[in-house]
């Protein structure tokens, strides 16, 4: 049952970080659909790690080189996505108060994105891998 609660607490913080999105572009004040671009660093920020456990054997404690490589690429993606909304305000292709909108959705997903892994990364007997 804790599962059941964990996944629908998550599916609700990425349901407001969307909002937060939306609304930075949807806004009549803002009418402004480029931070959309943003949905595709959503998807491609977990894929490095979850590539990265398929492959590595977790049974060694000392570092890997694939799960440093991993982290690295998403942390890039992820400052990527903090960093594209502030170029955005700088280049006036979009306000302001789009941009602090957008950067607090990118808050809320990636907050998201880690409860996930944090929740459902275990392989217990509850994990994401079942399904």
């Given at each position: ?76 993606i992820v400052v990527s996505a903090f960093g594209l909304p502030i170029i955005f305000a700088r280049a006036d292709v979009m306000a302001w108060g789009a941009c602090a909108l957008v950067l607090t959705g990118n808050i809320v997903i ?22």
């Amino acid at each position: 049952m804790a599962g059941i609660k964990a996944l629908i607490s998550l599916s609700f913080g990425g349901a407001v970080g969307l909002m937060f999105l939306m609304l930075g572009c949807a806004l009549p004040v803002y009418n402004a659909y480029w931070p959309l671009f943003l949905l595709f660093f959503y998807i491609l920020a977990p894929i490095p790690y979850c590539i990265s456990r398929r492959v590595v054997d977790d049974t060694d404690s000392a570092s890997n080189a694939c799960k440093e490589l991993a982290i690295f690429l998403t942390t890039g993606i992820v400052v990527s996505a903090f960093g594209l909304p502030i170029i955005f305000a700088r280049a006036d292709v979009m306000a302001w108060g789009a941009c602090a909108l957008v950067l607090t959705g990118n808050i809320v997903i990636f907050c998201t994105i880690l409860g996930f892994f944090l929740v459902f990364g275990s392989n217990d007997d509850f994990s994401w891998q079942q399904w």
